[in-house]
């Protein structure tokens, strides 16, 4: 587990180091400008000319204090100052001052491309703009960005991209396209978000001497995981049955629609699920029974609302999943509002089971901490009646506000999928292009499904190892298949 910081929780935290535990900023600076230099090295050839820009904050500084290793180090270095002297930081006045007395090049207006090529500049390192950006970059700032981003050169950004906000990884105005991204003690939220990610490159994360005091008792709420973490999910008893591990109720496929009622099945069963259920019509039962023996069924025709069959489910599940191919009729719109107020497990609220809650503000009310949602950007955008340009400017933001509403975690499907609940968020690192294909969200519900049926896991870990277990089985997939060749059966098949 890694965690992910946002601008205020840097801030904080480099403040009670510098003020409560008195470790000096100059102190933390010198690490952080010595652990990116280190970085930089480790990746060039040779000692090539390099470039510095630098804003008039502390990741100015930073970039004044590489510009004096790097002069130390024997490589041909200049410096150029982006922004306004006269708001400049004492660190800032007093890292400047270091170069001015080694006389290292110092200019003050912006080199274009012409100048850069002319002086044969290789990298470029951009300390502008870093946790500290406030607002939309223009002005002298949006014309150092153009110029690093049109040279044909290797691009290093200090801290964070500048442009880049830290929080939602939103490109404010413009921003430079780095090729490393040296973050210091913690990767910054907004270069794992989309499209700072995209900007930021290679992200390399190097200790500058903030210690976990630092939280001050409040550790940041955002984190990321990776395959090393499947090893923290409880392990598997060895003396156990199939009842150890949970029944898992799939209610999903409508009238001769059942790949999703499939797919979902299939990877709760692969996640681990001790024995799965699925609901359906009576139309899928053959098909269903043939592709997925494994799995046992329980059909209903349509235009009837079988209770007595219902309250029996409800007794036999440990979780469900509602909704991959339910199709929005008048019996699922009954099935979803019974299951809401009956079914005294956790839940997966998925696909048309999200379309149906959407359109009715009464069932919106029924949910709770039993409920995990799993909504793509397209049923978010039903769920909360705003439009998908609105939730992407700011993903966390979105996903919070809806989980603290209701109580209920919410899983905000996207390249870079986030699960919100509590007071946490976990942002998923994982995965790659090729599992944005049909049926690949029905696969997630299911491994979900599987993880809660266990009893072992809160909704909101069951569903970011849930999150996670699926992005690795997609990334096995691609290295396997191919990204573009990737199925949701390939997904499902390669679940561990
Ligand atoms: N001890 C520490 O704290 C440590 C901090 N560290 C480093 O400090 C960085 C944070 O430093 P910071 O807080 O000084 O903010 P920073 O990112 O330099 O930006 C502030 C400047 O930007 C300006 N500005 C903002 N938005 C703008 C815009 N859109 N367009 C134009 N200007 C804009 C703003 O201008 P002003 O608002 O004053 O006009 C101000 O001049 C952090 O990322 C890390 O690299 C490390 O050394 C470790 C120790
Ligand atoms: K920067």
Redesign the pocket.
Known sequence: MKYLVDSMEM?AM?RHS?DTIGIP?IV??ER?ALSAVQEMKGRLIGRPSILVFC????????GLAMARMLTMDSYPCEIAVI??VS?A?EEWKLQCHICEQMKIPIRYDIPDRAYIIENRFSVLVDAM??????????GS?EQAIQAMNAADTYRVA???PSGISADTGQV?GTAVRADLTVC?QYRKLGTLLFPGRVCSGEVAVTD?GITPQSFDAVSPKAFTMGPEDIADLPARPPRSHKGSFGHVLIMAGSRNMCGAAYLSALAAYRAGAGLVRIYTPEENREILQTRLPEAILTTYTTGVFPVDTLQELCKWADAAVIGPGLGVSEDTRRLVSYMLQYGDFPMVLDADALNIIAADENLKQLLGKNHVLTPHMGEMSRLIAQPVSRISVDMPACARSFSDRFGCVLVLKDACTLVSGGDQLYVNACGNSGMATGGSGDVLSGVIGALLAGGQLTGFEAASYGVLMHALAGDRAAEELGERAVMASDIARRIQ
């Not at 804003?55 to 930073?62: E, I, K």
């Not at 703009?129 to 223009?138: A, F, Q």
């Open positions: 801030r480099d510098i900023s933390l600076m952080a804003g008039t904050g502390n990741n100015g500084a930073d922004g306004n708001h930081t703009l870093g946790t500290g950006l406030s607002r939309l970059v223009s700032y200090v801290d964070i404010l210091f500058i």
